[in-house]
Structure formats: C-alpha cells, structure tokens
DNA sequence: GTGGTCTAGACCACC
DNA sequence: GTGGTCTAGACCACG
C-alpha cells in the first residue's frame, strides 16, 4: 500500500495540493482501482515526511470532490467514479491549462499563427520527454 | 495618464498580482511608451480604489523585473527594455502556459491526438472572444 | 535561534538595509548552515525590537536574491547556495567597494603612487581592529 | 561659464549629490580658480536640465563646506581654501572609500591575501582606463 | 508635488 | 504556530 507521490520543496504550489493534484491524476487516469484502500492518514504522512493535518486535508478535499470515501474505523477508500465522468473530469483539467496559455498569449499579442508556432515547438520538444 | 486595469476582487490572485500582470503586459506588448510617465503612486491607487501600499509594491517589483524605472521625487517611468529582450519574455511568458497544460495532459493520460483535438476545440472557441 | 545582529538608528542607511547586510554577510561566509531554519518574522522583529515588516521585507529581499527559503505555514530557510555563487557573490562586493574607492581617487586626480600609499596606510590602521 | 558635468538619470544617487560630487571634485583638484564667479543657479539648472531647486541645494551644501562663497545679488564664487585643507580633503574622501571596502572585505570574510589580490585586480584592470 | 521608510493591525492560507 | 495580503497613517528625502 504504497502510493508513489513525489512533493518538490522548492515549488510554491503548496504541499497538499502538489499531492492532491497527482492523487487526483492516479485515480482518475485508473491507475489506483476502485474501492482500494488508501494508507491511513498517519502512514502516508510517514511516507511523504509530511505533516497529518496536509494529508486529513488532501483526503477531505478528495472525498469532497467525489473521487474518495472515507468510512469511520475503516479508512479510506478510492470512490466508484464512473467512466463517463472519468472523462469529462480528465479533459476539463487539460482545457483549463489550455485556457490559461490562449489568455497568456492574447495578452502578450501574440498572433494566431505565432501561438500556433510556439504550440508546435513546444509539443516537438516537450511531449515525449520523461 | 489614465492606465486602463480591471481588478476582479472575487479571484484568488492577489490584488498585487492582478495589477504587475496586466501592467507587464501592455509594458511588454508596447503600448505604453518606453519614458513613459506612469501615474503616481497615490493617483493610480485612488484610480484603482486600492492601497498605496499596493501600487508601491507594484511599481517596486516591476522596477526589480527591469519593465520599470523610479526616481525619488519624479516618478516612475517605463524603462527602455530593448526589443529582444521584449520579445523574449513575452513569448516566454506562454511557453511556460503551455508548458503547464502539456505537463496536464501527460498527468491525465491523454494520447497526443486528444490533446491536439482539445487544443483545437479551444482555439475555436475561444481564441476570437472578448 | 538567536540571530547576533545589531542595528545602529544614528546611521542613515535604512533598518531594513543594515539587517540585510548583516544576514547576507552571514549566510555567504557559512555562518549559517544551508537548510537552518530561521526565526520566525515575528521573534525575530521582537528580538530585534522593529516592526514585523521590516523583517518580513528583509526575508522577502534576500529570498529575491536567492540565499533565503520560504514555505508558508513552515517559515524561512537559509537557501542551498552552491560553493562557487557563494565565492563569487561575496568577491563581487568586496569589488564594487574597491571599484568605488579607485573611482574616488581618480576623481581627486591622486596618483597612482598617492593612492597606493593611502591603500597600505588604511591596511596597516584598520585591517586588525575589532 | 560653463561647467562640464555629467548626470546619470539612470543610477540611484540622487542627482544633487551627483552634481556635488562632480563639482566638489574640480574645486578641490584645482579645476576651478579661486574667487571664480559659477553660472548663476537658473543658468546652472538650465544647463543641466534640472530643477532650480536641485542647483540651490547643490550651492547651500557646498557654501556649508566652506568650498564656496554667496554674496547677495552678486552671486556664487569659489571660495578660498588653503592649499593644505585641500590635500588633507581630498585623502579624506579616498580613505572613507577604502574604509567602505575593508569593511566588506572583512564582513565578507576574505583573508588579507585574498583582500589584497582582488586590490591588485582590480587597479590593473581599472586604474588606467577613461 | 514625488517616492522611501517605518510603524500599526486585520484577515487569510498553510502546516 | 507559520508566512502572505491588504489596509491605514506618520515622517523623511528629493525635485
């Protein structure tokens, strides 16, 4: 029951939602299968040398969202999310990040066809790498 | 002397931020001219409805980034940033933005093709708006 | 964590300047060991009997400089600076100053023996001391 | 009546102390003859292109020093400073300079060898230029 | 008039 | 507990 969460210090993104975010990432791309049971929150804490307050958060926030369960005494659980919302949830994610470039370079003014340019090069050398 | 900014109180994005990122913008994109006079900051906080304090951090990071250039007791101009450098930033500015939306895609396990489509569906629509 | 820093209010240069000064010498000259953590904003203004802001701006600057490391809800770190920024950064101060000095004498038109001279004098007088 | 000074929009000192400097300079190098009549103070800030107010402060300061004389509806001279206040002058802005470095050098922890080759440096690649 | 420094205190996000 | 943001206002230096 270990789950592979790599938190980088140096980021500013804050350390429950570095973890939320790749939680969110395993669970719904299928890699964690429904109904699995999550460490408790004091083990994973262990595992990540975080504080339990960032993990109680990350599982809250999880749980809220629909994508965890949490049962009294029992722990807690991957939730049954069906695929249809898999779907919706994983591409809403991407056009969100998309969203945030196309207003970039709007404000920037950059051309359509300067965006498109840089979209290209950026595939090129970014998409396969790691 | 009027800088025309829209602040949205109800984002997350600190005031500050909102202010340095529109302002770097139309600095970089070339609408305010470089010597440019920028308003003090006590008219551009009334103009705002905000902070002294907030425009003098403004102008102060902006100062520190190069975009800006302040005299005791004259103003804060634009700084001349050649334009190299100009073009540099701006298109730096939306490679890290598509970045993050590449790095999305890879974490929610969409093939290339997928994440070509999403980036045209979000072209077309919102590429033209506003 | 008690930081050894002492403020002088006759001075001209700024508080926020003086403590600066001090922390960075600190830090370059391996006073202070990479990863330590730093006293709170709030001790460390009471230690030092100023405003929290003071301090919250010294730890801002030498963040924005590198040599500082903040994470919200934890506090403030001494940065991981490599060896060899750290040599270089702490020559290139000592050079401005000396930078500075021949720019003074050449304005006074000294000869280059006078100033020597003056050079050896200061040595022999002030190297020791304290 | 002309003064050749230089002013730098651009750096942080202010622009009186700029123009001080440059003109404490030429009186005590021997630039500027004694009992010389200075350009009047609009004249002066018209040359410069600078604020009357600046050039006023520029005369009160320098009056103060004892290096230059007012007299009413007259205007501005050099005033008459001995040949030895001059040389002792003159070492003494030098020597606060070298002070300004030895103390960096010593807050930055360089040993005197190490402070003696940066010296060394820094004249050979400094002192003979412009 | 301009910006720079220092002060105070409230409220929020994070751990 | 920690730092981050925003607010207010006093005083000084510069032009």
């Not at 990540?48 to 659980?77: A, H, K, M, P």
């Not at 207003?103 to 979209?119: H, N, P």
Request: with cysteine.
């Amino acid at each position: 029951m270990f789950i592979p969460i790599q938190v980088d210090e140096n980021r500013a993104e804050p350390l429950y939602a570095q973890i939320e975010a790749q939680l969110r990432a395993m669970i719904l791309s299928g890699h964690l299968e429904v109904g699995m049971l999550l460490p408790s929150i004091r083990e994973f804490a262990n595992q990540l040398n975080c504080s339990i307050i960032t993990i109680r958060r990350v599982y809250q926030d999880l749980e809220q969202e629909g994508l965890l369960r949490t049962r009294q005494g029992t722990g807690t659980f991957i939730a049954d999310v069906r695929q249809g919302e898999r779907e919706q949830y994983r591409k809403q994610a991407v056009d969100d990040a998309l969203q945030t470039a196309i207003d970039a370079a709007k404000q920037m003014q950059l051309s359509e066809q300067q965006f498109r340019e840089s979209f290209e090069q950026m595939m090129k050398r970014r998409w396969k790498e790691e």
